[in-house]
């Protein structure tokens, strides 16, 4: 999951704390990067000692030695987006049923959280859904042509380089890529300029391809893609002092004396370029080691963060463990002459020891070819394709002719095009290990206010199928190593579920 970019890791017992401790590194780092203290903001609480002396309590009150205030630090994240029921987590999304009043009175949300374009298959086609407002910027730039919001098999979705490539037709139309550039730099300036200098976006969160608790939806990888580069490029306001305050700067979307050399890629982005914008957190609490079919969502995207956090899947599910990973340049924001730059984050219980074990245990059995069917391995390379093609299965595989470290598809083609066909079923998205369907609302409620799912859930624990309700939306999960016949199996009694008459 770090593999390629990550030189550290700090070990905790829980997704949200590390969502917690990531928010702290991306903040320092950015902190570093922009030299937020040395300009003139100061650590109040490590100055003075005494927490009663500041006002609100928030950063931007910070006070005292430097002879200025230190911005506010906020996070770029999407609608719908969710990382975990600590304080800091539950701030650093949208409001949502997970931080309202009766969850939690302390909610402010810090953050610009943008409305992102989904994806779902519908009626066996994969359809990109944009959010009205992108939809009314698409019409008035004459963009995203047809082609480009529906494709023929979840590959061509994923095919980053192909639709970044894309060329707009006749040369007048924007392409879908650069209208997701565009808006999104739109939508970060417009905060920058009503926020003045009170706040800043410090870091860019996100869970990458699939937002899990936010109702399974699969966020257009490519809008993801967009995000991450355009965060990476922005370059902040003039410094304090010089006007005018707090407005955004970004390179043209083509190469310029600010951006030349920097690949859209930024797998090797280079530092200066970097670490002009936000650091980037991928929350791989839900995604991370095999749950979308590849080694994290991540890989998906062709983009390495800065810091990525790891739960759940990396001990099995079984005992808690969880690592929020970094970058050395994370680390190194952290280092100084005194203990108070120190990461001063703790808990009684971090990497612990049978946690450890049984995340080493979960890793090989994941990456054992005699015991895992799924695992495309170094062993036996284009593994999953050949698989694929022996049971009869064609379209949605990953194309590899290579080792590529990813899982067979697991849910069978045909079943979930037909699915898609359901006349209760707005869109399904199969994905890795997980299968979601979207119900069309019978309640007049939708999101996760709707109980729409919960008949067929119930409807499937009947035959021994335990699915999980999101409101409108039903989903299957298995275990990297479930066999796609075991998942053949789970799709027939969802569809029969479905058919029975509405309870
Ligand atoms: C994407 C994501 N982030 C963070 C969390 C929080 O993890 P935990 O429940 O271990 O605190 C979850 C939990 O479901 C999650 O799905």
Known sequence: VGSGWAARVFYSDNGSTAIEVALKMAFRKYIADHQLLEEGGSDANSNSGDSSSSSGGSASSSSGGGG??????????????????????????APSPFNGRLQTPWYTGRGLFLDPPTVALQQGAWRVRLPADMQAAAV???AAPAAEVQFGSQAEVFALPQRMAAAAPGGQQQTL???YRSHIQQQLEQYSQQQGQRRRLG???????????GGMRLVDPLYQ????EVCRQVHPSPRRGSAPAAQLQFPTTNASADNAGCPWCCLAL???????????????????FWRLGATSGGALLGV??????CAKLMTGGLVPLAATLAREAVFAAFEGDSKMNALLHGHSYTAHAVGCAAGVAALRLYRDPLINPNWCTPEAPGRCQQQLQQQGGGGGGCGCS??????????DEAAVAALSWHPRVQGVVPLGTVLAVQLCSEDGAGGYASNAAAAVVRRLRQVGVFGRPLGDVVYLMVTPMTERQQCADLLGKLATALDAPAA
Request: hydrophobic content about 50%.
């Open 68 to 93: 200025g205030s230190m911005p506010e630090l906020a996070v770029v994240g999407l609608q719908e987006g969710y990382h975990g029921d600590t304080l800091g987590a539950m701030d650093a999304v």
């Open 140 to 142: 008035a730039a004459a």
């Open 177 to 179: 890529y650069s209208l």
């Open 203 to 213: 870091a860019l969160i996100l869970e990458p391809v699939l937002q899990g608790a």
């Open 225 to 228: 893609r967009a995000l991450v």
């Open 270 to 288: 280079p530092a200066p370029c970097r670490e002009a914008g936000m650091p980037v957190i991928f929350d791989e609490v839900f995604t991370g």
């Open 304 to 309: 390495h963060p800065d810091i990525a956090c």
């Open 402 to 411: 290579a080792p590529c470290g990813r899982l067979l598809p697991l849910w």
